[in-house]
């Protein structure tokens, strides 16, 4: 192994594990003050926003090889959050809210309009495994945006476009073929998922 490619790896190495422990630190925090973090705590997440929903799944399924976002509104309620607005991204280019995408991330000003979440789509070949390890939602997704927040993730399995949710704690998969309904999950409610 050339020296450049071994610095490389334990530096990636090294982001990682950082990571993971920002992202323990914070849930810890999160578990400690839950009456400050509605957001984290939902039961589900439901997407009132079909023509947002519907955009972001046509553009996965174009397969782009760059990362691309969006920006979502957001309202909490007592077991659940709603996603009432998903920023287009024409619109928001305009505004300068959404910036250009790259290989593995894209920028987003959610600071400059009231966004409370992120969506963001992962284009095929940045996963090196199948689609399904998006399901996974690493460390550094979720702690790409603010605390307290529900964010949308977008990408393609064999039978094509897939989102979920996610935050700092947990992970939302969809509970009907519409995808306007997604519902927390663990590892054995992915399974069964994936398995349909």
């Not at 490389?8 to 925090?29: D, K, M, T």
């Not at 509104?73 to 024409?90: A, C, R, T």
Request: glycine share 8%; charged share 25%; hydrophobic share 40%.
């Amino acid at each position: 192994m050339d020296p450049l490619s071994y610095m490389l790896g334990i530096l990636f190495n090294s982001i990682r594990v950082c990571s993971v422990y920002r992202l323990n630190r914070e849930i810890q925090l999160i578990q400690k003050y839950k009456e400050e973090c509605r957001y984290e705590f939902a039961e589900y997440v439901q997407i009132t926003d079909l023509f947002g929903l519907e955009g972001i799944l046509q553009k996965t399924a174009e397969k782009s090889k760059i990362e691309w976002g969006t920006l979502l509104q957001e309202q909490s309620f007592k077991h659940y959050v709603q996603i009432n607005n998903i920023l287009d991204i024409g619109t928001g280019k305009k505004l300068g809210l959404i910036g250009e995408g790259f290989r593995s991330t894209v920028k987003l000003f959610p600071c400059r309009g009231k966004y409370q979440g992120i969506c963001h789509f992962h284009p095929e070949d940045i996963a090196l495994f199948l689609g399904a390890a998006n399901f996974a939602v690493s460390a550094r997704d979720r702690l790409v945006f603010k605390k307290d927040s529900i964010n949308l993730l977008s990408f393609n399995m064999t039978y094509g476009p897939e989102i979920i949710a996610y935050n700092r704690q947990f992970t939302y998969i969809p509970a009907n073929k519409d995808k306007t309904l997604l519902m927390k999950a663990g590892f054995r409610e992915v399974i069964t998922y994936l398995r349909r």
